[in-house]
């Protein structure tokens, strides 16, 4: 049976220990408990190199008060769970103690549930660590999505629906000669306004920049004439998630003069593919054991989920993938850490979206991130030939001509 966590036993009582571990034991709670004794022993083992997933605080502590054992774990391992385990119960103090920091007051003639506070408060340490540690591979993969960003010879610039800047990089700045003070207020028509004087066409740009919600294709608007005698051509297109237009995407290519504007350069697959992922809210931390899935509650938001409505274990997560996309998932969990791979999802309100999956062995299970994609573009419909109308009329006349022969 696998450990289930570390538990430091601050108590005077060897007696009182043993009893803890005994019951812990017949309740098939896989655990470590530490016993320690004192105020010097006590802060040495909070100060040491073990990890501890729950702290057992009983009393009499003789030398070390109830307070004071709780005010030192607070700060030498912040966040750390504090169970009380008083000989009687005092409601007063026990006000007291939970109001201080404690999780739980559970006085010996209440034994009967510490089992069941420790499976649950284990379990929730567990999730919070793990969601801490998924969140941080989000946190990694946004700061690549920004290195790449950055590092693009394009100017890029995001707005949403409302008209505020969600994401630009230095190279639009630098394209475009746009100091710092104009893009703080991250505004589009800020923006807009201070290039409006340096484009060749500025009301043909602004009528395109607001019909790009209706145009998914990437589309030129117009050419900026700077004062270095510098080209720039503008293109433009909207940004869409789960089917739905959510922003506009502006990028901004240097040009050697005004006739190379006529030939759009498109940007790399990946750094497009990227941009699309840098939206945060559609970066999505989860967790995944034999037990249960913990996914961040972000995943409400790129599902379209009511509150609560977030699968819990893996079966349930299959149950919001398409079956063509299964094999994918379950190839992913049995070879972790391989590229990346997409799978169909359905949202609450019915519909299919696109996302991709980052996943690894972690310690107890597997972590990692899913991203929303944009929607891939539907194929055109096949040509069909042209309609001969000669031929068609030319068959109509002889069938007529047969008929009344043999009438």
């Not at 073990?50 to 502590?61: S, T």
């Not at 790009?212 to 990437?218: I, K, N």
């Amino acid at each position: 049976m696998k450990n289930e966590g570390r538990i430091l036993y601050l108590e005077d009582r060897e007696e009182a220990v043993d009893q803890v571990v005994l019951m812990l034991k017949r309740e098939y709670l896989a655990v470590e408990v530490a016993w320690v004794k004192g105020r010097t022993a006590f802060e040495n083992a909070l100060k040491g190199l073990w990890g501890y997933d729950l702290l057992f605080v009983g009393d009499p502590l003789g030398e070390l008060s109830v307070e004071e054992a709780i005010t030192l774990a607070g700060g030498a391992r912040p966040g750390l769970p504090v169970i009380l385990l008083p000989a009687a119960m005092d409601e007063q103090k026990a006000g007291q103690w939970l109001r201080q920091g404690a999780l739980d007051c559970i006085p010996w003639s209440g034994l009967g549930r510490l089992a069941p506070a420790v499976r649950r408060t284990l379990r929730e340490s567990r999730d919070r660590a793990a969601l801490r540690e998924a969140e941080a591979d989000g946190a990694r993969l946004v700061s690549l999505l920004r290195t790449v960003l950055e590092a693009t010879s394009e100017g890029i610039l995001v707005v949403d629906l409302a008209g505020r800047v969600t994401t630009y990089n230095r190279k639009f700045m630098s394209l475009c000669g746009i100091p710092e003070y104009v893009m703080a207020p991250m505004e589009l028509d800020r923006v807009l306004q201070f290039l409006q004087d340096q484009f060749a066409d500025p009301e043909a740009f602004m009528g395109e920049a607001r019909m790009l919600a209706d145009h998914a294709e990437r589309r030129p608007l117009g050419m900026l004439n700077l004062k270095n005698r510098r080209a720039v051509q503008a293109y433009g297109r909207s940004q869409r998630a789960g089917g739905e237009t959510v922003g506009r995407v502006f990028s901004f290519v240097e040009v050697a003069g005004r006739e190379q504007a006529a030939q759009p350069q498109e940007p790399s697959a990946i750094a497009t593919d990227l941009l699309e992922a840098a939206r945060a809210g559609r970066v999505v931390p989860w967790y995944l054991t034999e037990e249960e899935l913990v996914i961040s509650e972000k995943g409400q938001k790129v599902l379209d989920l009511p509150p609560g409505g977030l699968p819990r274990d893996l079966p349930a997560l299959e149950a919001l993938i398409h079956p063509e996309d299964l094999e994918a998932l379950r190839q992913g969990l049995e070879h972790p850490q391989t590229a990346p791979f997409t799978l169909r999802m359905k949202r609450g309100d019915g519909e299919w979206i696109l996302t991709r999956w980052n996943l690894k062995r972690g310690t107890g299970g597997y972590r990692g991130i899913f991203t929303e994609l944009p929607a891939p573009p539907r194929p055109a419909p096949a040509p069909q030939p042209p309609v001969d109308l000669a031929a068609q009329f030319s068959f109509k006349i002889q069938v007529y001509q047969e008929e009344r022969q043999i009438s």
